[in-house]
Structures are given as structure tokens and as C-alpha cells.
């Protein structure tokens, strides 16, 4: 249980392109997403918090309006990186809050997207 | 902002027992510790999650002190395939975010 999938897995795009990557939690409902964002021998660095229904919330420094989230439901968000350039290139991940009847809630992270713009 | 000190590097052998210790001197009340591990070109995977004391699952075991200030992940045995970043990570309250900090790179020698 709980898993998370990505889509596409692997993209390359030419600079001033848009990619759509998705993200879905495939057998239970995600109580929240997160997009993530990962750089060569980096950790990961949050990008925004994403609910169903309403505005995701980005982390400082990061352009809301470069970075589209959209929560369509309580199984898919999807990350829209607009006019694409090479410094976007990174590895993409989300993650999809679970809450298990009991405990806490705990993300799970999916298999993540690798955007290369040349 | 509830943040976590690992050690950047550790190296073991196969069959060994390893432990991470990670440090979490500002947690918060309502935060819980979660452990992830994360091969290259991959999404971190779950690996244990606890409160306080002791929690054990197939893969792991998570040993949290009463004051809760730091967390140590043991790995029993460990195989070649076990070699990979492990990050410990605080939720931050009812936001549920996590921030991540550099993980502590596990490398397991034949």
C-alpha cells in the first residue's frame, strides 16, 4: 500500500517549453502533496505544499509563477515547470501525505522525474 | 523549524550492524521522526517512523531517548545493496512538511 507514481519518468524538452510532470497516489487518498526538487549530489529541497482544492503554498525563493501546482483532486497534483530553461533542468519528486487509521500522518515519496532542457 | 544533524558519511561492512544517530534539538511537541532511505535516481523510500522509545519493523529498528533530542536508525546485518543515502527527518507539525538536510551517505564494503 501506499504508492506513489510519477509521469513522465524521464523528459527532455527544448528551453522556452512547458512540461507538465504528474503526480498520483494509486490506492489511497492524499491527505497533502509535495513537490521536491533535486540537483546533482544535492538533498532534496521543498518546493510547495499542495491541497486539494486550493492555492499550493511555495517555499521561499521559489516562482510561483514559474512552478504551476495544480490539486485536482485527492489523488493527483500535477507540476507545470512554464518557459523551461537549462537551470531547470533537475530530478523532480512528489510525495503524498498518508494518514493510516492509526498514527500519523507519513509521505511517500514517488519514483520521481528527471527534466533535462536543452 | 525543527532541524536534524547526521553525520555526512559512514562506512561499514557486509553482515555489520549500522547505526545512524541523528541529532533533533528543536522538536517539536507534536513531531514525529522519520527515517528515509534513497538510492540514486530514485524517490526516498520509507524506512521507519516513531514517536518515542523503541520501534521495530522488518527492515529497521528506531531508538528515540525520553527527551527525544536525537534519534538513532540500526540496520541489522547489512548486504551490498544497502549502500545509499539515509536521511532522518522531523515533521513539522501539523503541516506535515519535511525539510530535508544532507543524509548520511551509507557505503557498505564486501
Redesign the interface.
Same mark, same amino acid.
Do not use: E, H
Given at each position: 500500500g501506499a504508492v506513489v507514481s510519477q509521469h513522465p519518468s524521464r523528459v527532455i524538452c527544448k528551453s522556452g517549453t512547458s512540461v507538465k510532470i504528474e503526480c498520483r497516489s494509486l490506492d489511497f487518498q492524499a491527505t497533502t502533496m509535495f513537490w521536491y526538487r533535486q540537483f546533482p549530489k544535492q538533498s532534496l529541497m521543498l518546493m510547495a505544499t499542495s491541497n486539494e482544492g486550493s492555492k499550493a503554498t511555495y517555499e521561499q525563493g521559489v516562482e510561483k509563477d514559474k512552478f504551476l501546482i495544480n490539486h485536482a483532486s485527492l489523488t493527483l497534483s500535477t507540476l507545470t515547470v512554464t518557459s523551461a530553461h537549462p537551470e531547470d533542468s533537475s530530478f523532480y519528486i512528489c510525495s503524498a501525505g498518508f494518514r493510516p487509521p492509526r498514527g500519523t500522518d507519513t509521505q511517500y515519496f514517488g519514483p520521481g522525474t528527471r527534466l533535462t532542457v536543452l | 523549524l525543527a532541524k536534524t544533524t547526521q553525520p555526512i558519511s559512514m562506512d561499514s561492512y557486509e553482515g555489520q550492524e549500522v547505526n545512524i544517530t541523528c541529532s533533533h534539538n528543536n522538536i517539536a511537541t507534536n513531531d #514525529?521522526i522519520?527515517w #528515509?532511505q534513497q538510492f540514486p535516481? @530514485? $524517490?526516498?523510500?520509507?524506512i521507519i @517512523?516513531g #514517536?518515542k522509545t523503541k520501534v521495530t519493523n522488518e527492515v529497521a529498528s528506531l531508538f528515540i531517548p525520553a527527551d527525544r533530542k536525537s534519534s538513532t536508525l540500526s540496520l541489522p546485518r547489512v548486504s551490498l545493496s544497502d549502500t545509499a543515502v539515509y #536521511?532522518c527527518l522531523v515533521?513539522e507539525g501539523n503541516?506535515?512538511?519535511?525539510?530535508?538536510? @544532507? $543524509?548520511t551517505t551509507l557505503q557498505v564494503k564486501p
Open positions: - | #514525529y522519520t #528515509y535516481s @530514485q $524517490g526516498p523510500r520509507f @517512523q #514517536y #536521511y515533521g503541516t506535515g512538511k519535511l525539510i530535508f538536510g @544532507q $543524509g
